[in-house]
Every structure is written in C-alpha cells, then in structure tokens.
C-alpha cells in the first residue's frame, strides 16, 4: 500500500482527495498539512512514499516545496493535485509523476495511482518513483504523451525538433508531440550520442546515412528513415568535429 501525505491549503480539497484515495483501498494517508512550512517537517519526518501538492497555498508556491523534496534521499514521488493548469511543464520539469486538476474525479485518481504502479514495475523498484532521466534509467527518456509515460530508448530516436515551444520526438516507428522545449529534452539526452545542428534540431549521430551539402555553406542531413535534417552554418564545425571531418 502506498503511504500518502496531501498537502493543500484548502480544507474541503484536502477532505475530498483523502476520501477518493482511501477509496481506492491502494492508499495509507499518513500526514497532511495546509502550508509548506509544517508539510517540509512532516514529510521528512514520516517519508511518504506519495506527495499530493498543491501549488497556489497561501505561505508560498507548491513548485518550491517540490524543488525541495527532490533533495530527499530517497525524494517521494509528486503528483500536483491544483485547480490551475498553466503550471504543468514546470510540474514535470520537477520530475512530477502527474498533474491533476480539481475537482478531483474518482476514476482519474485512480488513472494517477495506476501510472505510479506502471512506473514502479518499470523501474523494478519500490517508490519513490520520478520521471526517469537518462542517469536513472541508462540510455531511456521518460516523455509524457497525453495521460501517458511512454519511456523511449536512445537508440530509437532520430532526431528531435522544436516548432512554436513544443517538440516532435521521431523515431523509426512514428513521432510523438511533447509540450517540453528543446533545451529542456536536450539534457534528458546522452549527449555523447546526440548532437544539435540547428536551433530547432537535436540529431542522433547514428541514423545519420549521409550529409548532402546546401547553399550558403550549410549541409542537409539525410537520416536512416529517408527524413532530412537541416545543419545551420553555426553547427557545421561541431558536426564535422563529431564525425571525424
């Protein structure tokens, strides 16, 4: 069973989220708190295998409790459980297993309990569990694809690509469209394998099969699956440098 701490500020939230947990008969709520102060001291006294956030209380923002219980080790799993919805990226940026909005609905809790147990079988391991990054799950990226965690090994990407803030992820079976930036999935990335070549390409220096030279000294990238990769002339030299040119 899953030790659980909540903390919202909100007394009628928390009541209404301990009740669908308990529900689920897969939850233990061990502590609760409706400010960061007294939740920092309860969850490293009791350490919850589960954190159930909220992100606007009344003391600070949820964001920095969250900030501060990765240092724990072993860090509880988070799950933001807000009425608001534009903090989302900075959520999963902060290795959040989820994001769930209020009012809180029974079967989408549960959705949120069966991820952790999806997370956990992967991982082998018992929780606390965080979106993987590439240290913690050796040449894997964890990207999150609607309500799912679809967990990509390196050697099946392509190439990633950015367009208007948000990331094409190809590989040699289809792509997948995440609202993480570049920079952000660039340090998920082993960079020993991958390479940027334009401000809105990261390539797998692998699936290269050919460089076809371009105008204005600038080169085109043919890749395994017959897509092209544009290279702008600010990379050319440290592409050249990682092929042996």
Same mark, same amino acid.
């Given at each position: 069973?899953?030790?659980?701490?909540?903390?919202?500020?909100?007394?009628?939230? $928390?009541?209404?989220?301990?009740?669908?947990?308990?529900?689920?008969?897969?939850?233990?709520?061990?502590?609760?708190?409706?400010?960061?102060?007294?939740?920092?001291?309860?969850?490293?006294?009791?350490?919850?295998?589960?954190? *159930?956030?909220? !992100?606007?209380?009344?003391?600070?923002?949820?964001?920095?409790?969250?900030?501060?219980?990765?240092?724990?080790?072993?860090?509880?799993?988070?799950? *933001?459980?807000?009425?608001?919805?534009?903090?989302?990226?900075?959520? *999963?940026?902060?290795?959040?297993?989820?994001?769930?909005?209020?009012?809180?609905?029974?079967?989408?809790?549960?959705?949120?309990?069966?991820?952790?147990?999806?997370?956990?079988?992967?991982?082998?391991?018992?929780?606390?569990?965080?979106?993987?990054?590439?240290?913690?799950?050796?040449?894997?990226?964890?990207?999150?694809?609607?309500? $799912?965690?679809?967990?990509?090994?390196?050697?099946?990407?392509?190439?990633?690509?950015?367009?208007?803030?948000?990331?094409?992820?190809?590989?040699?079976?289809?792509?997948?469209?995440?609202?993480?930036?570049?920079?952000?999935?660039?340090?998920?990335?082993?960079?020993?394998? *991958?390479?940027?070549?334009?401000?809105?390409?990261?390539?797998?220096?692998?699936?290269?099969?050919? !460089?076809?030279?371009?105008?204005?000294?600038?080169?085109?990238?043919?890749?395994?699956?017959?897509?092209?990769?544009?290279?702008?002339?600010?990379?050319?030299?440290?592409?050249?440098?990682?092929?042996?040119?």
């Amino acid at each position: 069973m899953l030790r659980a701490y909540i903390v919202d500020d909100e007394p009628l939230a $928390r009541d209404e989220l301990k009740y669908l947990l308990i529900q689920t008969k897969q939850v233990e709520i061990i502590g609760e708190s409706d400010c960061i102060e007294d939740a920092v001291s309860g969850i490293f006294e009791l350490n919850p295998d589960l954190v *159930f956030l909220d !992100i606007e209380l009344a003391d600070d923002n949820g964001l920095s409790l969250a900030r501060r219980l990765n240092s724990i080790e072993p860090a509880p799993a988070i799950v *933001f459980a807000t009425a608001y919805d534009e903090y989302a990226l900075q959520a *999963f940026q902060l290795n959040a297993v989820d994001y769930i909005q209020k009012p809180f609905d029974e079967a989408r809790v549960q959705k949120t309990l069966s991820k952790i147990r999806k997370i956990q079988h992967m991982g082998n391991k018992e929780i606390p569990m965080h979106i993987p990054n590439k240290n913690e799950h050796n040449g894997k990226i964890a990207i999150l694809v609607d309500d $799912r965690i679809i967990l990509l090994t390196h050697p099946d990407i392509i190439y990633v690509e950015t367009n208007d803030g948000k990331c094409t992820i190809k590989t040699m079976e289809q792509e997948f469209k995440v609202n993480e930036a570049l920079v952000v999935l660039e340090k998920k990335l082993n960079m020993d394998q *991958f390479l940027r070549v334009h401000r809105s390409y990261v390539v797998n220096l692998d699936h290269i099969a050919e !460089i076809e030279p371009w105008f204005n000294s600038t080169y085109n990238l043919l890749m395994k699956d017959g897509s092209k990769v544009p290279v702008s002339r600010t990379y050319v030299k440290e592409l050249k440098q990682n092929i042996g040119l």
